[in-house]
Protein backbone atom coordinates (compact mmCIF):
# COMPACT_ATOMS: atom_id res chain seq x y z
CA UNK A 1 0.00 0.00 0.00
CA UNK A 2 1.23 3.24 -1.16
CA UNK A 3 2.17 5.76 1.94
CA UNK A 4 -0.70 8.18 0.73
CA UNK A 5 -3.30 5.71 0.68
CA UNK A 6 -2.30 4.60 3.95
CA UNK A 7 -2.50 8.06 5.65
CA UNK A 8 -5.81 7.79 3.83
CA UNK A 9 -7.07 4.98 5.23
CA UNK A 10 -5.41 6.12 8.81
CA UNK A 11 -7.27 9.32 8.40
CA UNK A 12 -10.74 7.53 7.81
CA UNK A 13 -9.95 5.64 10.90
CA UNK A 14 -9.41 8.32 13.03
CA UNK A 15 -12.67 10.67 12.00
CA UNK A 16 -14.60 7.22 12.70
CA UNK A 17 -13.07 7.83 16.08
CA UNK A 18 -13.70 11.13 16.75
CA UNK A 19 -17.52 10.79 15.30
CA UNK A 20 -17.87 8.14 18.49
CA UNK A 21 -16.40 10.33 20.51
CA UNK A 22 -18.63 13.02 19.64
CA UNK A 23 -21.72 10.50 21.02
CA UNK A 24 -20.64 11.92 24.33
CA UNK A 25 -21.61 15.19 24.03
CA UNK A 26 -25.16 15.86 25.65
CA UNK A 27 -24.87 19.47 23.15
CA UNK A 28 -28.81 18.74 21.50
CA UNK A 29 -28.16 20.73 18.06
CA UNK A 30 -24.57 19.57 17.23
CA UNK A 31 -22.52 17.04 18.25
CA UNK A 32 -18.65 17.20 17.45
CA UNK A 33 -15.67 15.15 18.65
CA UNK A 34 -12.31 15.83 18.47
CA UNK A 35 -8.61 13.54 18.80
CA UNK A 36 -5.36 15.20 18.83
CA UNK A 37 -2.76 12.60 17.42
CA UNK A 38 0.75 12.20 17.41
CA UNK A 39 2.83 9.44 16.01
CA UNK A 40 -0.12 7.68 15.78
CA UNK A 41 -1.28 7.53 19.08
CA UNK A 42 -4.26 9.94 20.33
CA UNK A 43 -2.81 12.15 22.86
CA UNK A 44 -6.21 13.78 23.60
CA UNK A 45 -9.86 13.92 22.87
CA UNK A 46 -13.00 16.41 23.19
CA UNK A 47 -16.12 16.78 22.76
CA UNK A 48 -18.52 19.69 22.52
CA UNK A 49 -20.22 20.54 25.76
CA UNK A 50 -20.10 22.91 29.45
CA UNK A 51 -16.93 23.84 31.14
CA UNK A 52 -16.54 21.38 34.32
CA UNK A 53 -18.54 21.90 37.18
CA UNK A 54 -21.31 23.24 34.70
CA UNK A 55 -24.77 21.82 34.41
CA UNK A 56 -24.64 19.26 31.42
CA UNK A 57 -27.28 21.58 29.00
CA UNK A 58 -25.62 23.04 26.24
CA UNK A 59 -28.79 24.99 24.65
CA UNK A 60 -30.55 27.58 26.49
CA UNK A 61 -34.47 27.89 26.57
CA UNK A 62 -34.86 29.05 22.85
CA UNK A 63 -32.45 26.52 21.26
CA UNK A 64 -29.82 28.20 21.52
CA UNK A 65 -25.99 27.45 22.22
CA UNK A 66 -25.18 29.12 25.45
CA UNK A 67 -22.45 31.07 25.04
CA UNK A 68 -20.04 29.40 27.07
CA UNK A 69 -20.19 25.93 25.87
CA UNK A 70 -16.78 24.71 24.73
CA UNK A 71 -15.83 23.32 20.95
CA UNK A 72 -14.50 20.15 20.62
CA UNK A 73 -11.06 21.09 20.00
CA UNK A 74 -10.74 23.49 22.81
CA UNK A 75 -11.88 20.94 25.12
CA UNK A 76 -9.08 18.71 23.49
CA UNK A 77 -6.55 21.66 23.77
CA UNK A 78 -6.54 22.22 26.94
CA UNK A 79 -6.64 18.93 28.28
CA UNK A 80 -3.15 18.54 26.17
CA UNK A 81 -2.09 21.53 29.16
CA UNK A 82 -2.79 19.93 32.00
CA UNK A 83 -0.88 16.65 31.07
CA UNK A 84 2.50 15.64 29.91
CA UNK A 85 2.03 15.65 26.90
CA UNK A 86 2.71 18.35 23.84
CA UNK A 87 0.13 18.65 20.59
CA UNK A 88 3.78 20.36 18.48
CA UNK A 89 3.80 18.72 15.26
CA UNK A 90 0.63 16.70 15.52
CA UNK A 91 -2.90 16.18 13.41
CA UNK A 92 -6.02 17.28 14.89
CA UNK A 93 -9.31 15.38 13.65
CA UNK A 94 -12.64 17.26 14.54
CA UNK A 95 -15.81 16.40 13.04
CA UNK A 96 -16.88 19.60 11.88
CA UNK A 97 -14.59 22.30 10.60
CA UNK A 98 -13.25 24.70 13.05
CA UNK A 99 -14.54 28.25 13.79
CA UNK A 100 -11.85 31.16 13.89
CA UNK A 101 -11.65 31.01 17.68
CA UNK A 102 -10.55 27.32 17.88
CA UNK A 103 -8.37 28.05 14.64
CA UNK A 104 -6.27 30.37 16.66
CA UNK A 105 -6.11 27.51 19.59
CA UNK A 106 -4.94 24.80 17.00
CA UNK A 107 -2.36 27.40 15.82
CA UNK A 108 -0.72 28.08 18.95
CA UNK A 109 -0.93 24.63 20.15
CA UNK A 110 1.22 23.67 17.20
CA UNK A 111 -0.89 21.82 15.32
CA UNK A 112 0.60 21.41 11.54
CA UNK A 113 -2.37 19.35 10.40
CA UNK A 114 -6.10 19.52 10.76
CA UNK A 115 -8.65 17.07 9.04
CA UNK A 116 -12.18 18.09 9.43
CA UNK A 117 -15.50 15.49 8.13
CA UNK A 118 -18.25 18.29 7.89
CA UNK A 119 -18.20 22.20 6.47
CA UNK A 120 -19.74 24.63 8.49
CA UNK A 121 -21.53 27.26 7.35
CA UNK A 122 -18.51 29.77 8.47
CA UNK A 123 -15.20 28.97 7.01
CA UNK A 124 -13.14 31.59 8.43
CA UNK A 125 -11.63 29.38 10.81
CA UNK A 126 -10.25 26.91 7.78
CA UNK A 127 -9.13 29.68 5.90
CA UNK A 128 -6.84 30.90 8.82
CA UNK A 129 -5.27 27.73 9.16
CA UNK A 130 -4.47 27.49 5.80
CA UNK A 131 -2.92 30.93 5.43
CA UNK A 132 -0.59 29.88 8.13
CA UNK A 133 0.24 27.01 6.14
CA UNK A 134 -2.07 24.46 8.70
CA UNK A 135 -1.90 21.38 6.55
CA UNK A 136 -5.72 20.55 6.02
CA UNK A 137 -7.65 18.11 4.86
CA UNK A 138 -11.64 17.74 4.42
CA UNK A 139 -12.60 14.62 4.67
CA UNK A 140 -16.92 13.59 3.80
CA UNK A 141 -18.23 12.19 6.48
CA UNK A 142 -19.30 7.87 5.24
Known sequence: MENKDKQLELDKRYMRMAAIWAENSYCVRRKVGALIVKDKMIISDGYNGTPAGFENICENDEGFTKPYVLHA???????????????????????????????????????????????????????????????VVYLKKE
Open 73 to 135: EANAITKIARSNNNSNGATLYVTTSPCIECAKLIIQAGIVRVVYGEEYHIMDGIDLLKRVGVE
